[in-house]
């Protein structure tokens, strides 16, 4: 055994000094992920894969693109900045992720990334309809005067990029508008076909393929080659809106070695200067360009300043709480509210308990859950802020309003009953042993990846429920885990959990 | 005229043996997805779409809408048979296939859900290539207070499905709606709710939700009341659906499919609201309502044509407008741009192939969906027949797939199973946990489209367009209607006791 041990010992010191005799500089010795930060389809996922394909004209690596949405990039960002700065990872960046960033109050992840390189400027423009009266600038600002305050702008989210290039063409033309927010640029072009406001703001792309829609100024100091006819904002007398863009870029951890950023920048020229990878931004009225780290930064740098300044006048990045109420709503308080609850709730249990309807223990707590969670999201709701007609405490108001009273009613009438209750059936204790094992299981799965803990789960599962025919339990685990391997990773792809322990060995 | 000559070339394209393999493979894997908890159309699409982008367009297209018109039906039959939903429109399929199974009559509820979605899918496919461009003129007409009116309408299917346990029902819709304002606020951006943590920041995913909700509460309801036993399926004495059966149900499949492929079209709107606002009608409509949620056949009916037809709906607006009508369609727009395909009515006119090959690849999918289905179906009836103490198990580790795939979270996971526990415990006490799906489903819909209308306007906006207003009274009436009749019931029944 011992000997074992030692010539296992003694390969891996030779392995060991194999690699570090080899100094040599050699990148990349694995295929490089990209992470971005939507689900497959989106603009930014089509960009990390036409690179990936693009870049193997250029070098042998290999690139992964992997998804991870969520937060608006928040998560893929964490995810960057988890993993070492050894350069085996991209971000796939765009401006969203800066007003993200300034609103969720994370301005770490600006200092933590190395904005490496810019690929693309995507200018803002406005788009109209073609078969609306109003549609071109002049007819905006005419219609904004006469509408005073009441002309629609149809586009995505507040606080977004469109949003606040809105925000600043308002400033620049002396105009006032109101901004209705969709859940896509999709759905605000949809509203804008039907009519249902004046203005959308985009990219020119998003024209392509609907002759309706028409550009009525674009963000760019001079006319785009792929919109000839297309004015720009200095046409009409308007100078501080010449560089309104959306850009698009590739993003390292800080603290990657400057070899391996020496590399990533050789190749992104390679790319950017490809004519394919040109061609095929351009179409859409792109631009395409590439900037190094140096410029790059001082442009995030820029955005972030932009962002905070907007996002603080349109009120979503939180100023201080206003109200009494909402300074129970904030912070530590918020904490202490939740355990005060939590024994309110264990008060009335105990109380409910030793009183004479016990037997509608269960039944009781119910509706008091309910009460207890409404209340406290009331509490909350006074922390948003409501400075619209209807803010964003209105409609979870609206729901609090209805649930409360349902729960009082059902309270009563439980309270009220007079009659017998059938004792409740069941075997509650083997309920819990599951729960228990299942949380095991998620702990197991986090640590050693999904197909081990999997199948130790099914297997104490099985044995729980009281199965004993062992090599059936055993074999039935394996071909179910076999199965599932084969359909759902080999056949449709799905993603699976891999162990942190899993992880940092391969 | 010119519709049936270019048809015809459409159906040259397909019908050649690499793309109807591609059709057989997108059909297989479609119902594979949709079968397993977790996977919904959306996703089932979105995880094979990179795999697409080396293919010829015209491939890449027809693989993946024959796997999102399958994955719709694939749904219905783990919620036929285990009481699981796989996809979130399927939740409306389990209210009367699952008990069709517990009768011991699994073959009934797999039949009539396959037939149903087929039929659902032809009809909203007919439709589409009949009335897209018309369609999708009214579809961008439909203004946020006439969204928002829909949503009301759809809210209050909840009065029937609760029943005589109502209030329960309502407790649970309105606890749906109200988790569904936590994360970021769609309209003004600020996060509500979020108690700080990021994972929140997007709310709580409805697919965890889905799986809490349906398949782990089943799984820990069976295990608390020890419901171990199956039943012994013989497959010759399988009872399944005679041609007299699914003619009885001509009028409520077309209807519904009708509804499906209307109520699709509406970006946003899609397969979960159509299905549960179509079961609402049918059963109104019903000889036999008091059937419904005990193995109504005319139920599996309504909800699977209304949730197959929503395909066909659903890509009106990406065709003709290049506007994503569901989250599937947003997803095949990725497909289109790789390929540097612009959706929209030019593409009518630049790549006819492509678009009439779509036609004629989902026509082509469904008859293959049928078939496939027809062998399939023999095989997913002996699913009831696994020992219980083993499936349960393994219900647990799909669960486990399908929540973490949505978003690469292992909070996700957490999630689905803090919602099974929840579900367990309300499901004990009687409250139905549909509702909580719906009100998760509705209350985005419901709360950006009030806000967005009165943006646009003031609050008599909803009173002054006719259509929202006709939408809202018409769910005051299905609102009070099915409470009314109840006590007025309830009240008869208790007389006649007296009188006994």
């Known amino acids: ?223 785009l080659a792929q919109f000839p006819d297309v004015p720009t904002f200095n046409e009409f007398g308007i100078n501080n809106l010449d560089n309104e863009f959306m850009w698009r870029g590739f993003v390292l951890k800080k603290g990657t070695l400057p070899e391996i950023k020496k590399w990533y920048d050789e190749l992104f020229v390679k790319v950017n200067n490809d004519p394919e990878w040109r061609e095929y931004w351009e179409r859409g009225g792109i631009d395409v360009v590439y900037k190094g780290s140096e410029e790059f930064t001082k442009i995030v740098h820029n955005d972030k300043e932009q962002f905070t300044h907007y996002l603080h006048k349109i009120g979503i990045i939180n100023t201080e709480a206003t109200n009494l109420i909402a300074r129970f709503a904030t912070g530590k308080a918020l904490n202490f509210l939740i355990i005060i609850s939590v024994l309110i709730f264990l008060i009335i249990g105990i109380f409910v308990n030793r009183s004479p309807k016990r037997k509608y223990l269960s039944r009781i707590m119910l509706p008091i859950f309910f009460i207890m969670l409404s209340i406290i999201f009331f509490i909350i709701s006074f922390s948003f802020p409501s400075n619209e007609k209807v803010g964003p405490s209105v409609i979870p108001r609206l729901w609090i309003f209805i649930l409360i009273p349902l729960n009082i009613y059902l309270l009563f009438n439980i309270l009220r009953q007079k009659k017998e209750i059938v004792q409740e059936r069941g075997n509650t204790k083997i309920i819990f042993r599951f729960i228990g094992l299942l949380i095991l299981y998620l702990l197991s799965i986090f640590y050693f990846g999904y197909f081990i803990s999997s199948f130790v789960f099914l297997l104490v599962g099985i044995y729980l429920l009281e199965y004993r025919k062992y090599l059936t339990m055993l074999l039935i685990s394996a071909g179910w885990l076999l199965f599932s391997y084969l359909i759902f990773y080999k056949l449709l792809y799905v993603p699976r959990p891999v162990g942190k322990l899993i992880e940092m060995i391969f | 005229m010119e519709i049936l000559t270019n048809m015809a070339q459409g159906f040259s394209f397909v019908l050649g043996w690499q793309p109807i393999l591609f059709i057989v493979l997108g059909v297989i894997m479609g119902i594979l997805a949709g079968a397993m908890p977790g996977l919904s159309p959306s996703m089932g699409v979105a995880l094979l779409v990179p795999f697409t982008y080396s293919m010829s367009p015209t491939l890449a297209l027809i693989l993946l809408v024959s796997i999102y018109i399958a994955a719709n039906y694939g749904g219905s039959i783990t919620a036929v048979t285990i009481n699981a939903p796989g996809t979130p429109s399927a939740v409306v399929t389990s209210f009367d296939g699952y008990p069709l199974t517990k009768q011991n009559k699994p073959g009934m509820g797999l039949g009539v859900s396959l037939v149903s979605s087929t039929i659902g899918g032809f009809i909203g496919t007919i439709i589409l290539i009949l009335f897209s461009v018309q369609l999708a003129k009214v579809a961008v007409k439909f203004h946020p207070a006439e969204y928002f009116a829909l949503a009301i309408f759809g809210l209050t299917t909840v009065a029937t499905l609760g029943g005589r346990n109502w209030i329960k029902a309502f407790i649970a819709a309105m606890f749906g709606l109200l988790i569904n304002t936590i994360g970021i606020d769609p309209i003004s951006g600020v996060s509500r709710f979020t108690f700080g943590s990021v994972h929140l920041y997007d709310g709580f995913s409805l697919i965890p939700a889905l799986i809490g909700l349906f398949a782990l509460s089943e799984v820990f309801k069976q295990i608390d009341e020890q419901n171990f036993k199956s039943k012994k399926v013989e497959l010759e004495k399988t009872q399944w659906p005679t041609l007299l059966d699914y003619w009885k149900l001509k009028l409520t499949i077309v209807r519904s499919s009708i509804m499906g492929t209307l109520i699709g079209i509406f970006p946003g709107a899609g397969a979960t609201i159509a299905s549960f606002i179509s079961y609402d009608i049918a059963k109104r409509t019903s000889k036999e309502p008091e059937k419904f949620g005990h193995g109504s056949l005319e139920g599996v009916a309504a909800a699977e044509a209304a949730n197959s037809s929503s395909v066909g709906g659903a890509l009106v607006p990406l065709l003709t407008l290049g506007i994503p009508g569901s989250a599937s369609t947003a997803v095949l727009i990725g497909a289109l741009m790789i390929h540097d395909l612009t959706p929209g009515p030019q593409l009518f006119n630049n790549n006819p192939e492509i678009i009439y090959g779509l036609f004629a690849s989902l026509l082509i999918a469904n008859i293959v969906l049928l078939v496939l289905g027809l062998f399939g179906s023999r095989l997913w009836v002996k699913v009831t027949a696994v020992p219980k103490k083993i499936l349960y198990p393994m219900i647990f580790t799909v669960s486990i797939i399908g929540s973490f795939a949505v978003r690469y979270s292992f909070f996700d996971i957490a999630a689905c199973l803090g919602f099974g526990v929840f579900g367990w415990i309300l499901r004990r006490y009687n409250y139905p946990v549909a509702p909580i799906v719906l009100g998760i489903v509705l209350g985005n819909i419901a709360e950006t489209n009030f806000r967005r209308a009165v943006m646009m306007g003031d609050y008599t906006i909803f009173f002054t367009r006719p259509v929202s207003l006709i939408l809202l009274v018409l769910a005051l009436v299905s609102f009070a209607w099915p409470i009314l009749r109840n006590k007025i019931y309830s009240k008869k029944e208790f007389s006649k006791l007296k009188s006994r």
Request: proline share 4%.
């Open chain 1, 1 to 223: 055994m011992k000997k074992t041990f030692a010539i296992l010992l003694l390969t891996l010191l030779i392995f060991a000094s194999c690699k570090k005799s080899n100094d040599k500089f050699s990148f990349p010795e694995k295929p490089i992920t990209i992470i971005v930060y939507t689900g497959p389809g989106g603009l930014i996922d089509v960009t990390a894969r036409k690179f990936a394909d693009v870049a193997s004209k250029y070098t042998e690596a290999t690139f992964v693109v992997e998804n991870k949405p969520g937060s608006g990039g928040i998560v893929a960002m964490k995810r960057l900045l988890q993993l070492p700065a050894d350069g085996y990872t991209l971000f796939a960046s765009t401006k969203s992720n800066i007003s993200k960033i300034v609103s969720s109050g994370g301005e770490a992840y600006i200092e933590g990334i190395d904005w490496a390189a810019m690929m693309m400027a995507d200018p803002e423009c406005i788009i109209t309809h073609k078969k609306q009266k109003v549609n071109t600038w002049e007819d905006l600002i005419a219609d904004a005067k006469i509408k005073d305050g009441n002309q629609l702008w149809l586009g995505p989210a507040n606080g977004g990029l469109d949003h606040v290039t809105a925000l600043k063409i308002w400033d620049e033309a002396g105009i006032e508008a109101k901004w209705i927010p969709f859940k896509s640029g999709g759905k605000a072009r949809a509203a804008l076909l039907g009519e249902q406001g004046v203005a959308y703001v985009g990219n020119p792309r998003e024209v392509l393929g609907n002759d309706d829609l028409q550009i009525a100024a674009v963000s760019s100091l001079d006319r």
